[in-house]
């Protein structure tokens, strides 16, 4: 059984137990009703190797799997290829980071028309971005135009993303954030996840996911009881109910 649905077994039969009344519940009660919650360590480290295979941590990943005996279900190896395309997005190489992506494996590009759509757009975006406006004007029509003439929402982005030209000042522009670093974040973390997808891998790490789970189910606990609750997520620590 997942930690998640460990911790909510437990919020439930609490919540049932205090249906009639908002409850006080001592540290001490409290730690005891944890301690009886039965988690394996093996479970606790595949977690951690979940979350440092997904985010990249390629050394750390390594290391741990050396300390802990966690084996991560994908090889370490390709994690190296992973960042170097996520990285090339970041530093704004879209070309190389397209090259990249086919040597890992042609079928990503060729079986999601959107991914490549977007990576394209972002190449216009650089070319914008460097004043090549000639070359831009060029890749957009001949690149990116056919592709928006098949697909509506290919239009209306390639639509916004020309219309950066039209203004020399690009932070009086309504779509001045396509040209943030936070857009190419944007299309190397898609990327990103395509790749993971294409080796039978989450695209996303599970512990982020259990946190926002913690978080909603205190929330949820919060109008039945008061009880040690963890504010900082940082450090784990309980702290005591206000009476």
Partial sequence: MSLFWIAIRQLAEIEEQMATSKKVITREEWEKRLNDIKIRKEDMNKLVMNFLVTEGYVEAAEKFRIESGAEPDIDLA?????????????????????????????????????????????????????????EALEFAQEELAPRGEENQSFLEELERTVSLLAFEDVSNCPVGELLDISQRLKTANEVNAAILTSQSHEKDPKLPSLLKMLIWAQNQLDEKAAYPRINDLSNATLEDPAV
Avoid: S, Y
């Avoid at 704004?92 to 759509?117: H, M, R, S, W, Y």
């Fill in 78 to 134: 390709t994690i190296t290829d992973r960042m170097a395309v996520k990285r090339a997005v970041q530093c704004g190489n879209v070309e190389d980071a397209i090259e990249k992506v086919n040597d890992l494996n042609p079928e990503i590009l060729d079986t999601n028309p959107q991914l490549f759509f977007h990576l394209q757009q972002q190449r216009l975006i650089e070319l914008i971005r460097n004043g090549k406006v000639e």
